[in-house]
DNA sequence: AAGGGATCCAACCGCTCCACT
DNA sequence: AAGTGGAGCGGTTGGATCCCT
């Protein structure tokens, strides 16, 4: 009888995070149902490859979404529904895990609510017209439906974030005294989603980028071997 | 301080898609 | 054309944390 090999479950260790990215760095991706076993990890591929999807890997953004990136979301979702990867693939940094529950936990609820308001309001409007239909039959229907002025942020700004050695897994055994700062300057008005098509190629290397980036360029860096550049760059 | 409900999010599961033979 | 295996996707779960009483 042959024992399946025992095949571990639940939370990634640091330790079992660094095997993974020391792994991918040398030798890239080929084969994630493979790759855990000469990666020395009890984990199945697809526990592997979704760590290192929605985690490990480089250039991922974390943190509080943007007022931009929650409308763009709202947007989409409408548009597409729920398709999260297609949706991530135009939110730059973001993975789909990332956007699919920050809809169900946030931005669903509040759609919800957003509306029944306009909803409820609609039909406030209609009742009070048709009440006041026969003295003002020439006033036209209020909707209530909110604009992009309506919320308390300028549509044209910038913010910074300041990622501290915690957010980047210190465990990989990175120098954790660097901080790093991200600065994004957003178009606002009429050419936003048409601006948001191209959003990606806005961004400069390095700008807006998790830690993981820089750790993974370090490494990246000492790792490198020209001779045994065969795989597939991970970072594409 | 404690406990219990609410919330968040990393990770799992099952399914589909797609490339290859 | 059919079968197979790997990759990817979306729904869901469960553990950790937060918050309120």
Not at 7 to 16: F, N, R, S
Not at 167 to 189: A, I, K, L, P, W
Not at 213 to 228: A, I, K
Request: net charge negative; proline share 5%; aromatic share 12%.
């Amino acid at each position: 009888m042959v024992r399946k090999p025992y095949v571990k479950k639940g939370t990634w260790t640091p330790d079992e995070d660094q095997k993974l990215i020391a792994y991918i760095m040398r030798y890239g991706i080929w084969n994630w149902n493979e790759m855990p076993r000469f990666a020395g990890l009890q984990r199945s591929g697809k526990s592997c490859r979704l760590r290192w999807m929605n985690y490990l890997r480089p250039n991922i953004r974390r943190g509080n979404f943007t007022r931009e990136e929650e409308e763009t979301i709202i947007h989409l979702q409408k548009k597409l529904g729920n398709r999260w990867s297609a949706i991530a693939a135009r939110l730059p940094n973001r993975t789909d895990n990332d956007i699919k529950n920050y809809w169900n936990t946030c931005l669903k609820k509040r759609v919800m609510l957003e509306n029944n308001k306009s909803a409820s309001a609609t039909t406030e409007t209609k009742s009070s017209m048709e009440e006041n239909s026969a003295d003002d039959a020439d006033s036209p229907a209020v909707l209530n439906i909110p604009t992009m002025a309506d919320f308390p942020e300028p549509l044209t700004y910038s913010y910074s974030t300041t990622f501290s050695s915690s957010d980047c897994h210190q465990t990989v055994g990175v120098d954790n005294s660097y901080s790093m700062t991200m600065r994004e300057t957003f178009v606002s008005t009429e050419n936003y989603w048409e601006r948001l098509e191209f959003f990606g190629a806005d961004m400069t290397e390095g700008e807006a980028l998790s830690p993981n980036y820089q750790l993974w360029h370090s490494h990246h860096e000492h790792y490198y071997d020209h001779v045994d550049d065969f795989w597939p760059n991970p970072l594409i």
